[in-house]
């Protein structure tokens, strides 16, 4: 027991650090919801993921995933199952910043599409990425 009492400091910084260890993956739900850019590419490319952009009408026609679906986050409930009908198929969902793609996992998920995922930073980080964008 003297020994925990003397050293009670080293007992708390490892606490500390795996608590600072753990926190990511407790914030981010396991770390599954989110992928970088090159990441919803391999899954583009490799799994034939579905992109559906949450953004407005406006915001999708200044610039979007090459072939990515506009469907709103406000009528995403309502219009994902006729845009999207193979629930395994994987989904990556994006918005401007990723804010609101996040918001659309967990609809998604709601509605029965268990591979869905949010474009962690955006089209902001899409296009830091250099990669091919859509005017429409």
Not at 38 to 57: F, H, S, T, Y
Not at 95 to 109: E, H, L, P, Q
Request: proline residues 4%; hydrophobic residues 50%.
């Amino acid at each position: 027991m003297s020994f925990f009492l003397e050293n009670w400091t080293l007992f708390a910084v490892a606490l500390a650090s795996g608590g600072m260890l753990l926190f990511p993956v407790l914030t981010s739900g396991g770390g599954s919801a989110g992928v970088n850019p090159a990441e919803a590419v391999q899954l583009i490319n490799r799994e034939k993921a579905v992109v559906v952009d949450v953004c407005g009408a406006d915001e999708f026609a200044a610039g979007h995933v090459t072939g990515a679906k506009n469907v709103p986050l406000a009528e995403l409930e309502a219009k994902l199952a006729t845009v999207v009908k193979n629930k395994t198929v994987p989904l990556v969902l994006v918005c401007a910043s990723g804010a609101r793609s996040k918001r659309a996992v967990a609809i998604a998920v709601k509605l029965g599409y268990e591979n869905a995922r949010s474009l962690t930073g955006g089209m902001g980080a899409w296009r830091a990425a250099s990669l091919p964008v859509e005017k429409s």
